[in-house]
């Protein structure tokens, strides 16, 4: 049955990313909740009041389109929970949830975009949200990440405690190739097994050029195999 699921939810995910050159209908912000399977955030789901941090990437609520099978979804304002991974959206002064799904293409916030992606965590095809550097038969990609630090008790000789906290992480960064999940880059050196149309090659300039895991290096190192697949 999981294994049925798998393969179901990786077929759509080659469906639906094909289908962002079709034609939309424009559709009203306001009528997103007919559209989309959606579920109201838990308004008893506070967080204390001493908690540091958030949770999102910007706390302010900002226009977006949201492009999905079923249309585009203008002048929606959204915020993106980079701690759950959703993207919560307001309507009447209640806030509501899009979970990434095969039906979720893109939210555009005209200054920046994210994308619904497959990949794979702990042996399981999951879908998520990523900012797209390189859009092109092998996609590069970065997913934010913001961890929860638990409540510390205060130790002896201590006033207080450590209050609990929202912090964010280290970027992750992705390569997708086709209709491949995503795959999770843990160092630079395996970018080379992912594109074994030019793995020598690859190999060697990442050894040459020393290529870490930072975002502007990734970009030079994508411009390069683009460069080998068009000779």
Known sequence: MINSLKIILFLCSSLWL?????????IRGSDIEDYMLIKQQDPFGRQADDVL?????????KVADVYTTKGIFKDVLVRYDVYRDWIEFLKNNQTFILDPSADL????????????????EGGRLKLGFFKMLVDDK?????????KFQDRKLAKALEAKGTPPQYVPGKDQYYL???????????????????????KNSIASYIKRKKVSLKEAELL????YYQKLDEK
């Open 18 to 26: 094909n289908s962002l050159s079709a034609q939309f209908d424009v």
């Open 220 to 223: 030079e190192l994508m411009a």
């Open 138 to 146: 092998v996609k590069l990609m970065v997913r934010k990440t913001v």
């Open 176 to 198: 997708r190739v086709d209709t491949r999940p995503s795959e999770l880059l843990y160092s630079a050196k395996k970018i080379a097994d992912l594109l074994p149309d030019h």
């Open 105 to 120: 293409l893109k939210v555009d916030l005209h200054d920046q975009a994210w994308y619904v992606q497959p990949y794979e």
């Open 53 to 61: 941090g958030s949770p999102y990437l910007n706390d302010t609520f």
